[in-house]
């Protein structure tokens, strides 16, 4: 299986509490990765670390066979191969839907107006938000919202998805569509790196689950056997709270 990102000895710290304590793990290429764990047991700082909105305090990001955190590496150039997905959305209010898509790729990719404009279509059309390509963010819904912004990151066409609790901001009736495309992506075979309370979800979608627990990996493994049959006490008591 290829690696498309291998993380080994993570630390991050601020100040002095220590977030993130030698975290090893790797997402496979087409795999389906969820982290789970309670609030404030640093699933958020790692994926940040992972796309370097954050700066790791030690450890290695190792990716295409190269450490990025390494002095000569072009974090630029790494950061545009990773799409990222926010709770709170963080679309453009001022542009609409279908520039939301596509400044990043002209910006970045240096794509033409025409060529972006034809590849946002490809994906808001994935997402099943084609209709809306006029529309500004004021004007749609939390879960559509959430659908351009998905639709945004898929346009710059990334090696993997980070996704950081999508769903944890929007109204209980607008979840089930956000799933539903992110499944579909899944399905698909894109690499994706979910951040999620959704135990559902993690369940059904996961290839693999990540459970964290201050700072630290506990366990990680297929989620038939995380949900069913932790190894660990600390696993246990956590799917006793959230099931
Ligand atoms: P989770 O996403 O699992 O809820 P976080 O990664 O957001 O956890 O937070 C883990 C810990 O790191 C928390 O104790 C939080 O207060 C701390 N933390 C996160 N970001 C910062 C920051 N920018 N500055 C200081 N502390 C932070
Ligand atoms: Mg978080």
């Given at each position: 299986m290829t690696k498309v990102i291998e993380i080994k000895h993570l630390r991050k710290s601020f100040g002095a509490n220590?977030?993130?304590?030698?975290i090893d793990f790797s997402v496979n290429k087409g795999e389906v990765v969820c982290i789970i764990g309670a609030?404030?047991?640093g699933k958020s700082t790692l994926l940040r670390c992972v796309n370097l909105l954050e700066e790791p305090s030690g450890g290695e990001i190792i990716y295409n066979g190269e450490n990025?955190?390494?002095?000569?590496?072009?974090i630029y150039m790494y950061r545009t191969r990773l799409g990222m997905v926010f709770q709170q959305f963080?679309?453009?209010?001022?542009?609409?839907v279908l520039a939301n898509c596509t400044v990043g790729q002209m910006k970045?990719?240096?794509?033409s107006k025409e060529e972006a404009e034809k590849v946002a279509l490809k994906y808001l059309s994935v997402v099943g938000?084609?209709?809306?390509?006029?529309?500004?963010?004021?004007?749609?819904s939390g879960g559509q919202k959430q659908r351009v912004a998905i639709a945004r990151a898929l346009s710059m066409e990334p090696d993997v998805m980070l996704f950081d609790?999508?769903?944890?901001?929007?109204d209980p009736e607008m979840v089930g569509e956000v799933l539903k495309v992110m499944k579909e992506l899944a399905e698909s075979g894109l690499t994706m790196l979910v951040v999620t309370h959704e135990m559902g979800f993690a369940r059904e979608v996961a290839d693999r689950v990540v459970f964290m627990d201050n700072g630290v990996i506990v366990e990680e493994g297929h989620p038939e056997k995380i949900f069913?049959?932790?190894?660990h006490e600390r696993t246990r008591e956590f799917l006793k709270r959230v099931l």
């Open positions: 220590e977030v993130l304590k030698d609030s404030g047991s990025i955190l390494d002095d000569k590496h072009d963080n679309l453009f209010n001022n542009h609409n970045v990719l240096k794509r938000m084609d209709a809306y390509v006029n529309a500004k963010p004021r004007q749609l609790e999508p769903t944890s901001a929007l069913n049959d932790p190894s």
